[in-house]
């Protein structure tokens, strides 16, 4: 264990991140940095997001901030605060601040899970003042040009209560990502989880059939990360049947009917 | 990246922005600045009523605080708060007190949002009293005749819980805001984006679409502002069905059938 | 811009505010005021409760303190609290608090927006004890003959959650304002916004048919304060229906049929 | 004004208050205080409950404690809390402390609109414990014989959320308040507004009215508190119906038709 | 009145408490205390679950400490704080850790009633762990055998939202409590409230007329506890009557119908 | 009673815990911990859980943390904070990242009670990023391969609002808990309760019977601790039919005619 810094080399990414581009993502990200407009991630979770903006970042050679969103995220959360200590009072820089002084991208992941006043706080920011006003010191942040602001959600889970505002989402050029193609996924997961082709391609038909039951009793089909589990407690000796029920049908659902379903679909795969 | 201190000088607009007049609005807003009654604008995201502010700002050589209000901001947050540090108790004014004491603009933008204590706290000052009664400073300040309180918010948007009082809606002189005629948006687009007249044209034909599709399963048509991202996007290279598939189908909507008619009209256009 | 400190002198308004009286209100308001019973006043918005209660401040020359309720507005924030500064511990009178101890008026407009505690907390000043606890200096303030407690509301905004208890409202003699009759309010805007008298009937007959519109589509009708602002506008030289639009219309309701509507009624008249 | 503090002898009611009893109510207050059994007042608002607590602790010259009970009234507000001040931390005694440590009558009013934990934090004095548990102090407070508790509440107020647990009223005894018999309240009246017999008895019997519509369009009948208000403007020289419409019909309502009807009963009678 | 500080020995309950057993209670309890498995007792109020603790605790010879469950009774509250004084930053222990500490019986009343992280806390305390994790000291509390957790509640009052989880009440062993039978409250209320056999008997028929109206217009029946302070104020020459409607009557209800019928059931009694 | 502090050493579990392994549960968590990916433990209170959890903790030689959630349990509690001391600040790290620094099994039990923010922070640690950023420290804390995330939660109570988001569910491999076999269950009772093999088994045979009932009127049937509860209760000389029912039938339910028929049940077995 090891703590690492803040400082903006130490959030470089330095090691290039296994990524499979799926369509013109990545041209659509370039262009959206050189314009200097705000992007936004749409899809499933699972579906490699927080890997793709891992990836951007190295590519463009940007210090990378994540911030996990939740209820409770506040402004100052993300702007900073005065922490008093027995001596003095220091500022202490919040993630987005930091990320903009240094130049980097802040990816706000699940933006839709934070309190709207976090939303709002970002609006300068996301237009073409591109500013972040620091109201607790009176300062106002500039962002440079190498700043931008990345932002994701998964549509499937807004509820009326937790939407993304217009005023916030025309903010934004949108990404959508989807579950990779068949041959796609098939190298993704004798990579990541080092299993032969045939057992990886078992695993893609039987996400395939949990993917069709979406909405028909799952809330969501399995993740390529739910697969590359799987696999990963395959190659480690456990019994491919137990692996897949404990990896994702499990995962997925803890309806007594559909797991005798899932049960059956992974019998007659392995 | 270089901050920027509250200092009134250094809040005034420097540059002319870059502002098309609609309507009245330039003659009814002097009128109203000059009678020391204060404005409300309405209209949906990306119409351009916070460039309006700066412009204003820019005409009348008054310094712009701009606050985005939202639910957790309190009226503390506006008028100032003490800050404790190690060695004093020091006053910290707040954007709406700064804005009065320098005779400035005060804008506080989608006003509905804040929490009801902040509009409450505005009353004051939006009638002829014309004063900000500091209670934790037992001060009252009195406003200078050069300043002035602006406040915006989409009626769009309004629900029963965030509605506008009429206690506060009738203490301000209202100007309405929407998308700028085809011409005119030609030129903003022509100008913002470095397009081409053609591509700006099925940019704007698209928007028409889009925004005939208001309340019949879009919440808001195209704006402005996205007509602006997707000409970006063009001009640096993206291919324009890709561009307006990110930068205006997917910045509007998740729904997947809506997607498909966007998509459509997409493709009938480039 | 300049502070005006809380002292009791200074609190005092020193010129005759500009107020037409419209039926017994003042004799009422009297002997209230010397029977030592607090006084309720009622009615809508911009119908004139606050510069009422500034005339008679001045005209019984007791120092006046208003405090605009709002959701957040607690008993401390009325009665007072602690201020921990570095070398001392310092304790702030509240407005309330203020009031009581320099005899003066206390005017708490829109009660019905506070929290529960607020009105709670005047409820021992509202009856024959006159006396505020302060429980966290251990001291009860007795209130001299000459204060005067005086709270407002809008009965037309009342919901069930806002309503003023029984408890609250016995303890007070109620004053009703409307309204005031044509001829009367005519004399205010031809005063007030500087206008002739023509302009100033004709914008007595446009807030005449939108009060007649008050529950079939308005909130409420326009103010006597909504016609000064058209009036004051078009004193400066906006064109009247312009003026009448953005200062009536847009103030009044958001609805695109209301609004053509009353635009009709305002091309009949100018 | 002048400060009078907490000390006991301080809260001594001086003088007798002026008292009607109404029925057995003094008897059995006092043999509940002999058996230290603690007593629960029920009743509408402006019947008297306040002025009886205030008479019994004349009578038992036991120093009086009332707090007015809301919302946002916490067991730490009652039981006392640490004060911080800049050279130590000071233990501040809350009323129920103070009456408990000083023998006195602690009068809770209108119980039920405190928060639960208020209720709950009475529970082990109001059994035969009689002790108040301080756990920020590590104390337990033992209640002398002469401390003796009294709550309040109205029970037409009560709404589900808000009523009295079973496991708080079976600790008391109970004593019902209603509106004084028509001899009794004349005399009341003569006394207290200073008024002659006719106009008290019209009074009554225009108060006979509004308590018959009690459930019938008016939440509460007008209390002889309301009457006395009426009375004492009268006394002053106001015409005595605009008195009682100011004093009674306003004070009861703010429906229009319901304050016609008031009205011609007003008129019938004076 | 004398302060009793919290030190084990001042906890000892000293005298025997009168306690009348119902059933096996006792030997239930003390083979649950052999087999450190903690006790849940369940019933209405008054009818003598706080006394049966005082009586175990006496009969163990072990300090009792009680806390009253409320709706804002967090987790710190039981276990401790830290309390910043001007000096010295102290640890306070709360209740539940001072129970463990001196090996105490620590008696959560109306469990129910608390606030969900409470019942969390005491979770590892309830089973074989037997141990209260001091997060904030980074401590784990072991309890010794004599420790004994005893929580309450009364399934009348279980709402949806107030009940006690199967993860909570799947770690004690549950006692129930009901009214005692006709001879043994005869025996009760004879030596508690010093009066003869035939007031006893009368009340005891009252009691249970009004038990058997549980369900059909009352909450609860009057608990013994009712029959107590009835027969003391009989005992101090109050009219039985009286009596009853203040201590009985008035005390379980404040439906008009429902008085009346008691009433009537009291008239045939006394 | 003594205290232990919380290094590392002194969390390791010293002595095997008693643990009957039900299925291949041991073989799937040792496979998800030599490939790092965190676990979820399904299943109703009192399966043995948290026992399995202290077994493995045993076998794998790792420290373990557990926390109880709870509504109120927020990231900072669970991270860490800042403790302000009358001398200097000091940081105090949460059970997570003393569990991540020391390379430990963090155990998070009944994880859906918690707040959202607390299963958004473990986000970055279950997933192939495996850190911890502690944002107030500016500090990113990175698993060392030891560390593993278990957490635990009972289908059997999710409710709409507090269910498992499928981006938090989707990063874990799941094994689900059930009652043991009626043989292993025995086997359990008898060693741990110190009961013969008959009283065993009548107490399976009338555990059965509960568990046939869930869902026709109890939320649960009785779990094996239940079992031992009764077991021991029996073991002490109480008579066996008041001992499941207090430690069975009263434990499960607070229904009378579920209780008869609990009750029954136990007649035809004892």
């Known amino acids: ?15 290039e991140p296994y990524y499979q581009p799926v369509g013109s993502e990545i041209a659509l990200f370039e262009a959206a940095y050189a314009s200097q407009i705000p992007v936004l991630l749409k899809g499933p979770t699972g579906c490699g997001k927080t890997r793709f903006v891992e990836y951007m970042a190295w590519r463009l050679k940007r210090p990378l901030i994540t911030v996990s969103c939740h209820d409770d995220l506040t402004a100052s959360d993300l702007v900073g605060r005065y922490l008093i200590t027995s001596n003095e009072t220091v500022w202490l820089d919040g ?64 509820s009326v209560l937790k939407e993304l505002k217009q005023s916030t989402r025309q903010r934004f050029v949108a990404i959508e990502f989807g ?73 997925l659902s803890d309806e007594h009917d559909m797991l005798v379903a899932v049960d059956e679909l992974i019998s007659t795969l392995f």
Chains 1, 2, 3, 4, 5, 6 share one sequence.
């Open 95 to 158: 993630p987005l601040a930091r990320a903009v002084r240094c130049g980097g991208i802040c990816y706000l992941d699940e933006i839709v899970e934070a309190r709207k006043d976090t939303t709002v706080v970002i609006h300068p920011l996301a237009d073409d003042r591109r500013c972040l006003p620091i109201e607790k010191r009176g300062e106002v942040l500039k962002a440079p040009k190498e700043f931008v602001l990345v932002i994701s959600y998964n549509p499937g889970y807004q």
């Open 179 to 251: 579950y990779p193609e068949a041959e796609l996924e098939k190298t993704i997961l004798m990579r990541e989880a080092g299993i032969d082709a045939r057992t990886a391609e078992k695993l893609i038909k039987l996400a395939a059939m949990t993917r069709s039951l979406k909405g028909n009793g799952l809330d969501e089909g399995a993740s390529t990360r739910l697969l590359v589990h799987a696999g990963k407690l395959i190659a480690r000796g456990v019994e491919p049947r137990a692996a897949c029920r404990g990896a994702i049908a499990q995962a």
């Open 1 to 15: 264990m090891h703590a690492r810094d803040f400082a903006a080399e130490s959030l470089l990414i330095e090691e």
